[in-house]
C-alpha cells in the first residue's frame, strides 16, 4: 500500500469518522494483514494501517481536519510534548485565619456562659493546704475542707526529712512524703 494514501481510504472510514469507528476499521483490518498472521506477507500494508491510523487519532490532525497522509514517520520532525499549564501550591491562609477566628469568638462565648468554679473534691494527692484527718494507721488521708476533724496541711516533706519545727509529721497515704500540719 502507497503511504500517501488518503487515511480515509487506507482504513476505510468515512471522513468525519467517530475515534470508535477508526479504532474499529483499525482493528479489524490488522486481524488480516498483520505480519504474525500471515507470516509476514502484509508487513507493507501493516504498517500503512498503522500510519493512517496514527494520522487519523492524533490530536492536532483531528483538532485541523487535515486528512492529508503524514510523511513516514522516519523523516517526520518530533512534535514536542504539549505544555502542562498549574498553578503553584499555596497554603490556605485564608481558611486557617478564618478557622482561628472562629475557634477564639468560641472560646470567648463559651466562657461567658460559663458557671462559677466549684471546689473540686478531694482528690487523694496532699499539697500545702490540703485538709486531712489522720486516721487509725497514723496516715494522712484527703478530706472535704468543711469536714469538722479536718487539719490543714501547712508542708509536705520527703520521707526521710522532718517538719521544719522538727515534729515527725504524718506519713501521707500515697507515700508521696510527710504531711506537717499547721
Known amino acids: 500500500m502507497n503511504s500517501q494514501r488518503d487515511p480515509h481510504d487506507v482504513l476505510g472510514v468515512r471522513r468525519g469518522a467517530s475515534r470508535v469507528e477508526i479504532r474499529a476499521a483499525y482493528r479489524r483490518l490488522a486481524r488480516k494483514v498483520h505480519p504474525d498472521v500471515d507470516d509476514g506477507r502484509h508487513s507493507d500494508e501493516m504498517a500503512a494501517l498503522n500510519e493512517a491510523y496514527r494520522t487519523l487519532t492524533s490530536e492536532p490532525q483531528r483538532a485541523q481536519g487535515t486528512t492529508k497522509a503524514r510523511p513516514h514517520a522516519d523523516n517526520a520532525a518530533p512534535t514536542p510534548p504539549p505544555t502542562v499549564v498549574s498553578r ?5 491562609w485564608r481558611g486557617v485565619v478564618i478557622t482561628s477566628a472562629v475557634g477564639a469568638a468560641a472560646i470567648v462565648v463559651l466562657s461567658l456562659f460559663a458557671g462559677p468554679e466549684v471546689d473540686s473534691p478531694p482528690d487523694g494527692v496532699i499539697q500545702s493546704g490540703s485538709c486531712v484527718v489522720i486516721n487509725e494507721a497514723l496516715f494522712a488521708v484527703e478530706v472535704p475542707c468543711d469536714q469538722a476533724d479536718s487539719e490543714v ?29 499547721e
Open 88 to 92: 503553584p501550591v499555596s497554603f490556605p
Open 153 to 181: 496541711v501547712k508542708q509536705l516533706v520527703p520521707l526521710d526529712a522532718v517538719c521544719a519545727d522538727g515534729a515527725p509529721g504524718f506519713l501521707d497515704q500515697l507515700g508521696m512524703g510527710r504531711v506537717c500540719l
